[in-house]
């Protein structure tokens, strides 16, 4: 019979960053997917590994772990997984949409170990970088400290390096039901009448952990509709742009990805003309100059979203040995490997 130390329900970028950190510390692995690593928001999202503007202390704290540990796979999943996430290094402008947000922006970089990292600059400034940008009146912060990853590779990296260091990969559309449980605790799986025997289990399954468990536990996550427009330009754009929940950066495809929604429409999936124009609309409101704007691609895919707007990272007080690693919300690219890293600590 099999016997695993964990089983991870979920390859998405949480899932597979807990199976590449535990694989490292030797534990016995089995990851199972329904699609495959990266299917959904892990693949599909912009990828921007933005610095924290918040002012809670224990949310930040994760953000600064995940980006060292994305610096330390910056210069390692290459080698180990044999597929490039192709990491870039850039400027972030966050504009600045009114007076007050200024405050809460320097209170915010105020808690940094080196806020010398940030900068505010005024309009004429950042006109310097980006002359098509239409007005910011009240200026943008920049920041140094921001990197963007094609999120799909570096989720199916942490996967191919965690087989690498001995994980198994199973695809299985997997239910509550496959869980042997005994006196409130797991105990195992039983996939197709194969029993395969582990006494952990954590669900990494996004947006969708809430349904696979709601016969168990309560985990109070949902998905967030966000869509993506990937348009052909020989414009140059080097910089990162944010502004009031929006962004435009061009990606290592050379396309300009312009984004984003936030959809609280459950799992209806699809891409909208009102989304695209919202997005495009929203562009155009910051920037000129982009007459050749070429769209080719048009994504949709759901943010796993706590209400709280916090990750939940945690084993259940009702059944013994399941763990939860879901709701990153707009950042799960970010936090994918510190949350993965803190999971498996926990587990291990
Ligand atoms: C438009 C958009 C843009 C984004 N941009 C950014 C960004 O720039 N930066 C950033 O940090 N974050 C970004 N995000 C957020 C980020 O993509 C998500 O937070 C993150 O990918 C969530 O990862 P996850 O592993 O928790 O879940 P998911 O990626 O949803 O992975 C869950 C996995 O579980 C699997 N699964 C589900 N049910 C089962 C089952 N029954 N059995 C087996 N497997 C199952 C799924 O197939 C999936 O592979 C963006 C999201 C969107 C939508």
Known sequence: MKEFDLVIIGSGIVGSSLAYYSAKK???VLIIEKN???YNSSGTAQGGLSPYLGDDKKIRD???ESFNLHKELKSNILEESNI??????KKLFHII???NEISTLENAISYYEDPSKFEFLDEEEIRKF???????RFGALVSDDYMEVDSFNLTNALKEASINFG????INNFSSKNMI???SKFVGINIEGEIINSNKIAFTSGPWTKLILKDHIDVDVKPLKGQIIKAKTNEEFENSFYWQGDYATKKIDDYLWIGTTEEDVGFLEGRTDEAKNKIINSFKKIFSGFSDLDIKEHTACFRPYNERNEPILRESTEIEGIYVGTGAGRNGIKLGPGMGKRLSNMIF
């Open 26 to 28: 030797e534990k016995k």
């Open 84 to 89: 490039n996430p192709h990491y870039t290094e």
């Open 181 to 183: 449980l005994r006196d």
């Open 97 to 99: 949409s009114n007076k």
């Open 167 to 170: 994980a198994e990969f199973f």
């Open 130 to 136: 980006e002359p098509k940008l239409k007005s910011a």
């Open 36 to 38: 495959f690593a990266g």
């Open 62 to 64: 994760l953000h600064v």
